[in-house]
């Protein structure tokens, strides 16, 4: 499995930003789609997951500010950030993982500034 995340930026507090991952290398359909950030200094943390029938799920930091989906035909996530606050700013890693197994796949990371 191979990810490939896309879409971080600069962004001004309460600007929007959306991050996409494609998907390759296997079945899209059978895995659990997320999205983890890493801030300077800090450990990666879970930030949302969505599951092969659509089912998400998010942090409490994020609910009501972010929006996890996916398209299988495009075998890709997306993580809609609105309301941006400067506590958002880290490096944000897609990750898939079947349900049946503990191993996860990264993707590269992309690094989500905001500013105040």
């Known amino acids: 499995v191979q990810l490939q995340a896309s879409g971080g930026g600069l962004v001004q507090a309460g600007g929007s930003l959306r991050l996409s991952c494609t998907f390759s290398?296997?079945?899209?359909?059978?895995?659990?789609m997320g999205w983890y950030r890493q801030a300077p200094g800090e450990q990666r943390e879970p930030v949302s997951f969505i599951t092969p029938v659509g089912s998400t799920d998010y942090t409490n930091s994020v609910k009501g500010r972010f929006t996890i989906s996916r398209d299988y035909a495009k075998n890709t996530v997306y993580l809609q950030m609105n309301t941006l606050k400067p506590e958002d700013t880290a490096v944000y890693y897609c990750?898939?993982?079947?349900?049946?197994?503990?191993?996860?796949?990264w993707g590269q990371g992309t690094l989500v500034t905001v500013s105040s």
């Open positions: 990750s898939a993982r079947r349900p049946s197994r503990k191993n996860i796949t």
């Open positions: 290398g296997d079945d899209f359909r059978l895995y659990i």
